[in-house]
């Protein structure tokens, strides 16, 4: 059997900042916690409903803010119905003050996009029109259409 992507662990400043983040932002729930020896200390594991045994972000306390980096890209993505879900949650977090990057549009495979920063300065995109998440299979068949596919078109 291959390899399965089940989690991401990242060390956070602020434990429960992260997790009010994440539920408020990306529909993620705890999912389990637990207090760790040494030096760990707080543990949780967020998760999206229903997906609690495929994909959880482990949070571990304790570690360091992220330092702002020039042309840094790196990010956590999620996918969204629709380009107006990406704007709406980018006026949020323009409200909430988090917000990194301004929705906009960018060629195949990216989309619609937009990305909050987290408590800890990591960036999370929020975008449509990518052939991941909601959405896709439509993307899908619009590209089959136009003799496109997921995997043919741009440089990668």
Request: proline share 7%.
């Amino acid at each position: 059997m291959p390899a399965v992507f089940t989690h991401l662990a990242l060390h956070v400043a602020d434990i429960d900042a992260t997790i009010e983040f994440y539920g408020a932002f990306c529909n993620m729930g705890v999912v389990h916690r637990r207090e760790m020896e040494g030096d760990c200390g707080r543990v949780a594991w967020l998760a999206e409903p229903g997906r609690e045994r495929e994909l959880i972000m482990v949070l571990i306390s304790g570690g360091p803010a992220r330092p702002e980096i020039p042309r840094d890209y790196s990010h956590l993505g999620f996918a969204l119905e629709s380009e107006q879900a990406v704007d709406a949650l980018a006026l949020r977090g323009e409200q909430a003050g988090c917000l990194a990057w301004k929705p906009q549009r960018a060629p195949y495979p990216v989309g619609y996009y937009c990305a909050l920063r987290d408590p800890d300065g990591q960036f999370v995109e929020f975008s449509h029109g990518q052939p991941l998440g909601p959405g896709a299979e439509e993307l899908d068949q619009a590209l089959i259409g136009s003799a496109g596919g997921y995997g043919q078109r741009g440089g990668d």
